[in-house]
């Protein structure tokens, strides 16, 4: 059990396998607490959702597990391991989509694929074969000589999507992957996700759109100000927010005390229209 | 702008709405071209924006001021002419016996004409950065889906241009009837009222009709540079070189011309003084000149109203410049149309950058991922970025041009006749140079903020990016430092520079290294490793200074050392060599 602010969540034990740990993260910028404490667990096999408002420290959380971030309180461990002193065993094992992506603009996709496959030192043909396959998947093929520049976001988000799985990393993280994806894109790159499961690998989805979140995540992370405010599978959030049967959206809001907010934003919003015109005061 | 649309009853039609509403395209046009040049600084520059919006249009502000001040600035032009032919002619200082009238006039109106087209280069020059984007359809896609005509767009775009040159047409209007009526005061006793009315109305005259010419000949270029920039599509090598091509000589020329014109001012008496041509061959010249419209109809017109007191002018010379001026009021009147056609087109104007959909990709598409060794992999992927970011390839030309020009001035002003010149223009070339690889280094390290994503996820060690980087950065800073001795290569001096420079020129990539290390050291120290991108971007500007002050202190130390002996240098050398491989191997371990 995992607690924050006397709230429990879910129920797996400490010595189960996990891929990632972290513990007490505390992370600030100037007087800006971004990340405030925060502890979770990522087990092996398993999609966990980071789920929480704009602004409310998912990328910053992201960003410590990358190793990009040096946590100022608190330890993070990924395989084990430590972000940042073995950074580039964990970058090795890890994929990484992030919410903009912001990859060479001046490369086209051949000679950005070229970069990544060198860098991480993949075998060419293996290689070759696999890029075909995911490029194909996602109707990318015909951009793969195209300026990244010339991309539109869709398939410029296509391109980070398959340069994060091109090596079969054990940890995918993924900020808001499905951003800009057409209906089948992002399909594709759901069961991507659920393969990527089924064989052992764990995901790290962040995301604030919550349908996605309820349909792919087994366990979900709502945070709020960068504190832990739930943890737990869907139902598990239902019990807490005493909403069973409610879908994510309501338990989301509830949790992050944003639900009387939004009525009262609703209820303004009725009084100023009428008739679906505007009324001028 | 929603105010704006209310207060309006959403109607936009009268031109002054529009106006306002032209200071939001204005802006996007200038973000977009900000964007759209700023190269691997892309992120970067987003980041800055996002933190301080006001970036966007303190650079046009700052590009308004520059031109208006440089259009100020060339009025000395006109009025040292006028000055001159009268100080030549009424203080007989020198004889002008000696000097043929023809002479005189010949100087006078190619020196009032240069003004004007001088006046037309600055423009160019301050202006296209700012003015191109202008160009571009994408910026009204968003005013298209406002409750406003197709007409009022059209008209939108025409006022957005305004809005974007409004200071400078102002200053072109003014300056040179101002900058006229000083010459007059100057000499107020040579002028009657009749003569300082007729030339102050009638350089207003020119004044206006050239302001008008200019504007058109700005549109015109906007529209291609605008094309040229959006033109992605077609991504070869070819493309990329060619628009590199052209921003180099763009800025080149900029630097050229702003340096000659001020060489050119300081000169000016000079010019009348050292007489080429014989009276006849004069006349000749002012004859064919005064009827060429732009720039020398104008040009003659003003010399003959400001010295028709003192000076004889041939009928034909003053028959030229009227029926001149008269055919560059056409030719102004017709380029004037066609801009104004350019621009109200600009929002109907379909973007030239093709959507990848457009085009079908028939051909089957090989799929072959090269991999080669980390250390290849950074030196091709840095290439291939810098080969199309015009930007970085500034960097990299900027260093070896600006010697030069420091050089040339030396050489201009005599500098280099005695030991004690040679030594102190070779310290300046150290300035230079110091300044100039720390303009590499910060380019380099730009490069990897550019595709974040990527590399934050890669397993990169830092050592490798640094070695990567070490041929193309040495190469530059080598050929910086040692390029203007090209210009001593038939000279007695020779010798001496060449010796100069190889004495002192391990210390140019030690002193580069160590700027490169430090600035690593200010910006990119993490808990456990160095990184190249800049990460702790707390006091940016002092860490900035600092890193160059690095370099330069470098550099001092070393010519310091060698006023010991030369001896003293080559330990200072060695023992700092062997230092830096301490240190790299500290920063980035295997």
């Known amino acids: 059990m995992v607690t924050d602010d006397n709230i429990s969540y879910s129920d797996y034990s400490i010595d189960e396998k996990y891929t990632v740990k972290a513990t007490n993260l505390v992370k600030r910028f100037g007087n800006l607490i971004a990340v405030n404490n925060l502890t979770f667990k990522v087990r092996k096999g398993e999609i966990f959702g980071l789920l929480g408002p704009n602004g409310a420290g998912k990328t910053t959380t992201v960003k410590m597990i ?17 972000p940042e002193k073995d950074e580039i065993e964990v970058k090795k094992r890890v994929g990484y989509v992030s919410e903009e992506p912001l990859i060479y603009r001046s490369m086209t996709a051949r000679q950005l694929f070229n970069f990544v496959g060198s860098l991480r030192n993949l075998d060419p043909e293996e290689t070759s074969q696999k890029l075909y396959s995911l490029l194909e998947s996602f109707e990318a093929l015909p951009y793969y000589d195209k300026l990244i520049a010339t991309l539109s976001r869709g398939n410029k988000q296509k391109m980070q999507v398959i340069a994060s799985l091109i090596h079969d990393p054990d940890l995918l993280i993924m900020d808001e992957p499905l951003t800009g994806l057409d209906a089948k894109s992002a399909k594709v790159l759901k069961e991507i996700l659920e393969m990527h499961k ?70 303004k919003l009725r009084k100023s229209m009428k008739n679906g015109k505007i009324v001028k005061k | 702008m929603v105010k704006l649309l209310k207060s309006k009853g959403m109607k936009m039609s009268n031109l002054l709405s529009l106006y306002k509403l032209s200071k939001s395209v204005y802006r996007e046009s200038i973000l977009y071209s900000q964007l759209e040049s700023s190269g691997s600084n892309y992120t970067k520059l987003l980041e800055r924006i996002g933190k301080n919006p006001k970036i966007i249009s303190s650079q046009p502000k700052v590009m308004k001021f520059l031109t ?22 009424h203080n007989n200082f020198p004889s002008h016996t000696q000097i043929p009238q023809q002479w005189i006039v010949l100087i006078g109106s190619i020196l009032n004409s240069s003004f004007l087209l001088l006046e037309l280069f600055v423009l160019i020059i301050f202006s296209i950065m700012m003015t191109w984007g202008l160009f571009s359809p994408q910026i009204y896609s968003w005013p298209q889906t406002l409750p406003l005509r197709k007409k ?92 590199a091509i052209i921003t180099l000589l763009y800025l080149i020329s900029s630097m050229t011309l702003m340096y000659f014109i001020q060489i050119a001012i300081d000169k000016i008496p000079n010019f009348f003084t050292k007489v080429l041509l014989s009276s006849e061959q004069s006349l000749l010249f002012n ?63 379909k973007s030239s950058f093709k959507k990848e959909k457009e085009k079908e990709n028939l051909q089957e598409t090989s799929v072959q991922v ?36 420091a050089i040339i001035t030396d050489i201009e002003d005599n500098v280099l006749l005695n030991e004690y010149g040679l030594t102190a223009s070779f310290i300046s070339i150290i300035f230079y140079v110091a300044l100039t690889t720390y303009m590499i280094i910060t380019g380099i390290t730009n490069i990897e903020s550019g595709g974040e994503t990527i590399t934050s996820s890669i397993p990169i060690k830092t050592r490798d990016q640094i070695k990567s980087k070490l041929p193309y950065f040495f190469s530059t800073i080598l050929l910086a430092y040692l390029i203007w001795n090209l210009f001593f290569i038939n000279s007695e001096l020779f010798p001496k520079m060449i010796t100069f420079s190889l004495i002192y020129l391990p210390a140019i990539p030690l002193a580069g290294i160590s700027g490169f290390f430090f600035k690593i050291f200010l910006f990119g120290k993490l808990k456990y490793k160095y990184v190249v991108e800049e990460i702790k971007t707390e006091h ?51």
């Open chain 2, 287 to 349: 004859n064919i000149l005064s009827f060429i419209p732009f720039p020398f109809s104008g040009g003659y017109l003003i010399t003959i109203l400001a010295t028709n007191h003192s000076l004889y002018f041939s009928p034909i010379t003053i028959l030229g410049s009227i029926i001149g001026l008269f055919l560059f009021t056409i030719l102004t009147y017709i380029l004037l149309k066609y801009s104004v056609s350019i621009l109200l087109k600009t929002s109907r104007t």
């Open chain 2, 540 to 590: 940016r500007l002092a860490k900035h200074f600092v890193s160059f002050l690095f370099v330069l202190i470098v550099l001092l130390l070393y010519i310091g050392l060698s006023f010991l002996g030369y001896w003293a240098l080559g330990i200072g050398e060695i023992v700092y060599s062997i230092l830096l491989i301490f240190v790299f191997n500290y920063m980035f371990p295997k």
């Open chain 2, 152 to 243: 009022d767009i059209e008209k939108l775009s025409l006022l957005t241009f305004i809005r974007g040159i409004n200071v400078q047409l102002l200053f072109m209007i003014l300056v040179l009837p101002l900058g006229i009526a000083i010459g007059i005061f100057i000499n107020i006793t040579l002028y009657s009222p009749k003569t300082t009315f007729l030339l102050i109305f009638v350089s207003l005259i020119i004044s206006i009709i050239t302001s008008f010419f200019n504007l058109g000949v700005v549109v015109f270029i906007s529209k291609k540079m605008s094309i040229l920039m959006e033109e992605k599509e077609d991504n070869s090598k070819r493309s990329s070189i060619i628009k």
């Open chain 1, 198 to 267: 089924e064989k052992g690998g764990s995901v790290i989805l962040s995301t604030h759109i919550l349908e996605i979140a309820e349909e792919l995540c087994d366990r979900i992370a709502i945070i709020d100000h960068g504190r832990l405010i739930a943890l737990g599978t869907v139902e598990e959030l239902s019990h807490l927010a005493n909403k069973v049967g409610a879908d994510l959206e309501d338990i989301f809001l509830r949790l992050t005390n944003q639900d009387e907010s939004v009525d009262k934003i609703v209820e």
């Open chain 2, 370 to 405: 090269n991999v080669t060794s980390p250390l290849k992999a950074f030196i091709k992927r840095d290439l291939s970025i810098i080969s199309r970011d015009l930007q970085l390839i500034m960097v990299f030309v900027m260093p070896i041009i600006i010697p030069i020009f």
């Open chain 1, 66 to 82: 990358l190793g990009l971030l040096e946590p100022d309180e608190g330890e993070i461990k990924v395989f084990d391991l430590h």
């Open chain 2, 68 to 89: 208006s001040f440089y259009i100020i600035f060339l009025t000395i032009i006109p009025v040292r002419a006028i000055t001159s032919i009268n100080s030549i002619l």
